[in-house]
């Protein structure tokens, strides 16, 4: 799932990349949401007692209800969300399917064993790592967002890889998700937390692709390789180079293929067909539809049609998706009103003394700048 | 070293007092030239844009370009210990570290009280307000658009502007009844409370009400204001500094056309 450890990366090299906010302070924002992580998270997440929900009849409502309450948290924030659906996987990504098959089936036979044995938490645990969104949720959930007024974007292939086409066309501030990949894919910001539940408290985590090159020192390309070095969903790695030394080596040699000239190669293990310029490929041009040509259409919701939906044919309580929906309305007005910075952009990042001076301070012990004398206190 | 020196402390008073509640702390941009000021108010929909020029000061030295990082909260409270009548230099050395001193003199009484007030780091993202010919220029007395903000406000929380060859006409729809206020150009051009409208392009925009009520607290500063609007432009709202400067508020229109497309 998304790139390895490339949040510790940022982390220790860009950290100013990084911002952390309240998500009301996205307010007037639109951001297209990778619908299949959030959908994974819901089934994972919404639960009770340790169980997934579900009404009278058995189905689960997790997704249904995962999904409803919290597009209407960002809605009743003023934020436009627009949820963007995974289309057929790349042929590319069989490997990682392979593999997340064979956890899957590991994990059922230790889901058993724990049964067996009674132990609880064992299989609470063994539980979630099944969990997987099925067609006929993935179905229920966008009938849904169509009938609460909110878009739902088809994608050819990866839903990370459009909704990153997206922010490149400007249809969308940000993508939000918590798979990393998509600051591979190009998104200009991605957002994460942004579906967690209110109750968690979990503050709104921006990156800013610009600012992580710009700190990294690296081309789009680059960063590209650095990712396909990390680790990503498309072709394995060398095995021995961790974050740190990936870092270096792209910093270093600026290519995997002049990385592969230079390293010892039986020291460091490099796949056998290594597929990794096809990987960059699929990073740089992804299947996707043009960003331009996608339309996206906030409606009114459908407050009868929900209602039917949600209460007559899932059991959802009636006056809390009600009051719910009366949120959303509302909410919906807030968000008709426009952000300064969406008209003006940003020109300069203004410093205020004293910081100011202790850093040009800093600078002064590289090169002397003209000026009045800064006295310094011993 | 930064000195400036305004003969009268009330100009600044009014000044913080009509942006305290937007914006709460505000880089100062010190240079040869002027004191400015650019900050967003926290949710980001109105830009707040001061310039206070040399010629606006009775002395004005400024060694090099500045920013002074100032809690507007503190400022206010520096500037409640000032009579109107007193003037007002404000002072930062260098050698002072992290404080900005204000000197209040009150010359027929021969008293001189300083305050001084701490600054704050602050790292701001600075906008780039480009240089546009707005579609319609609206000019008139303070106490006319402070009147039709709060008429407007009474109805409903969005007020419609828009703009013909003859005339502009302010719309409020609320559940309770509506308030429409149409203004043409006056033909006594001489009177004080005379309207000048000049329209390019017709306009149709909508603001929130709530906003435009707020910046008219800065109706102290000045005589006339300003009014500028482009369609899907933020709206510009401008107050004189006895022609030494200016305080400018911006706001984002609001955006409906999502309710357009619907079917």
């Keep these: ?378 | 070293m930064f000195e400036a020196k305004l003969t009268s402390a009330s100009i600044m008073k009014k000044i913080i007092d009509s942006i305290k509640e937007l914006v709460t702390d505000a880089p100062f941009d010190c240079s040869e030239q002027a004191m400015c000021l650019q900050a967003m108010d926290s949710s980001h929909v109105a830009l707040v844009s001061l310039k206070m020029e040399v010629g606006l000061f009775d002395t004005y030295r400024c060694d090099r370009t500045i920013n002074l990082g100032l809690s507007l909260a503190s400022m206010a409270k520096a500037l409640k210990c000032a009579n109107n009548e007193d003037t007002c230099e404000i002072k930062y050395d260098d050698n002072d570290g992290d404080t900005v001193t204000f000197t209040f003199c009150d010359t027929k009484r021969d008293r001189t009280q300083d305050v001084t007030v701490k600054m704050m780091d602050i790292d701001v993202e600075h906008l780039g307000i480009p240089d546009q010919d707005y579609a319609v220029v609206l000019e008139m007395p303070v106490t006319e658009f402070k009147k039709t903000c709060s008429d407007l406000f009474m109805f409903s929380e969005t007020i419609n502007i828009t703009a013909t060859k003859g005339a502009v006409v302010f719309t409020s729809k609320g559940d309770s009844g509506s308030s429409v206020i149409t203004y043409t150009p006056s033909k006594d051009v001489d009177s004080s409370e005379h309207v000048t409208l000049d329209v390019k392009e017709p306009v149709n925009v909508n603001f929130s009400t709530k906003y435009l009520l707020q910046f008219t607290k800065a109706s102290a500063l000045s005589d006339r204001v300003k009014i500028a609007l482009t369609n899907d432009t933020p709206i510009v709202i401008e107050y004189g500094l006895n022609d030494n400067g200016h305080l400018r508020f911006y706001l984002a229109p609001k955006i409906d056309d999502e309710e357009n497309n619907m079917d």
């Design chain 1, 1 to 378: 799932m998304g790139i390895k450890d490339l949040s510790k990366v940022i982390n220790d090299h860009a950290p100013s990349a990084i911002k952390q906010g309240e998500m009301k302070n996205y307010f007037g924002r639109k951001v297209a949401i990778d619908a299949s992580m959030a959908l994974y998270q819901f089934l994972i997440a919404v639960r009770q007692d340790g169980s997934q929900m579900q009404n009278e009849s058995g189905e689960v409502t997790s997704h249904l209800m995962g999904m409803f309450y919290r597009t209407i948290r960002m809605i009743d924030n003023g934020i436009k969300p627009a949820y963007v659906f995974d289309g057929k996987p790349p042929d590319m990504k069989a490997g990682e399917l392979e593999k997340r098959k064979e956890k899957r089936d590991e994990a059922e036979k230790q889901l058993a064993e724990a049964k067996e044995k009674g132990d609880a938490e064992a299989v609470d645990r063994f539980e979630r790592r099944l969990v997987r969104v099925s067609k006929d949720q993935n179905e229920e959930v966008k009938r849904l967002l169509r009938l609460m007024g909110v878009p739902v974007v088809e994608a050819p292939c990866e839903a990370e890889a459009q909704c990153a086409a997206l922010a490149k066309a400007g249809k969308v501030y940000a993508t939000a998700t918590e798979d990393m990949d998509a600051l591979t894919f190009g998104s200009s910001v991605l957002l994460r937390h942004m579906t967690f539940s209110e109750a968690k408290k979990m503050p709104i985590k921006e990156i800013n692709l610009a600012r992580v090159l710009a700190d990294f020192e690296m081309s789009r390309e680059e960063f590209v390789d650095l990712c396909i070095l990390l680790g990503c969903d498309y072709c394995p790695t060398i095995r021995g180079i961790g974050p740190k030394r990936a870092y270096e080596l792209i910093k270093e040699h600026k290519s995997i293929e002049n990385i592969l000239a230079k390293i010892d190669t039986k020291k460091y293990a490099v796949p056998e067909d290594w597929l990794y310029a096809r990987a960059r490929e699929l990073f740089l041009n992804p299947e996707v539809a043009d960003g331009e040509n996608v339309e996206m259409v906030w409606k009114e919701a459908d407050v009868e049609g929900v209602v039917a939906y949600l209460c007559g044919e899932k059991n959802f309580s009636e006056e809390r998706v009600r009051s719910s929906l009366a949120k959303m309305k509302k909410g919906r007005q807030a968000g008709q009103q426009g952000r300064i910075d969406s008209f003006f952009s940003a020109a300069k990042v203004v410093t205020s003394e004293p910081a100011a001076k202790r850093k040009a301070e800093d600078d002064k012990k590289g090169i002397k700048k003209r000026g009045p004398p800064i006295k310094k206190s011993k």
